[in-house]
């Protein structure tokens, strides 16, 4: 019995490691090394696209995650809880680990996902992860209002610090 239950636990953590490497792995056209770009526009709820600008002048959680993360599952509800306490200031960006854009959508629509997402799969999405370097999932990364990497420990400072986290960036 143990052994089957360290072959699944073996399992996940490979699949996790193979979709977080999916996410890496594309052409990238003409994106700078070490500096996070967003797409021109973003996907809500919805599947709408919305322009850039609405996340302007706010703090910026990019909340690497997939549908079939346990972890990230029980993460989101916290920090959706997080982000709307506090979205006049801070925002999430969702950077979906899932194999399709319909998987990422009905994640985001089984969860009620405020906040927007990078399109599945997108150059900008796969570049982002390689910039933050994530190496597993649940991921957040947070950024200031110019774009610029404050911390990549959002999801341990938000256990830690709860509410004040935002301070808590702030001050960083």
């Given at each position: 019995m143990l052994n089957n239950?360290?072959?699944?636990?073996?399992f996940v953590i490979v699949l996790g490691f193979l979709s977080i490497s999916f996410i890496l792995v594309g052409e990238e056209k003409n994106l700078p090394d070490g500096q996070i770009?967003?797409?021109?526009?973003?996907?809500?709820?919805?599947?709408?696209?919305?322009?850039?600008?609405?996340?302007?002048?706010?703090?910026?959680?990019?909340?690497?995650?997939?549908?079939?993360c346990g972890p990230c599952r029980k993460f989101t509800p916290k920090l959706i809880e997080f982000r709307n306490k506090h979205e006049s200031e801070f925002e999430v960006i969702l950077v979906g680990g899932d194999g399709s854009a319909k998987a990422q959508a009905n994640y985001m629509k089984k969860y009620g996902m405020p906040w927007l997402a990078m399109e599945n799969q997108s150059q900008e999405a796969k570049h982002a992860s390689k910039v933050t370097g994530v190496e597993f999932i649940p991921f957040l990364v947070v950024l200031d209002q110019k774009g610029?990497?404050?911390?990549?420990?959002?999801?341990?400072?938000?256990?830690?610090?709860?509410?004040?986290s935002l301070d808590y960036w702030k001050d960083l």
């Open positions: 239950y360290n072959t699944s636990i073996t770009v967003f797409p021109e526009t973003f996907l809500n709820l919805s599947g709408e696209k919305v322009p850039y600008e609405k996340i302007t002048e706010k703090y910026v959680g990019l909340y690497f995650s997939a549908s079939w610029n990497i404050v911390t990549k420990n959002g999801k341990k400072d938000l256990a830690k610090w709860g509410d004040e």
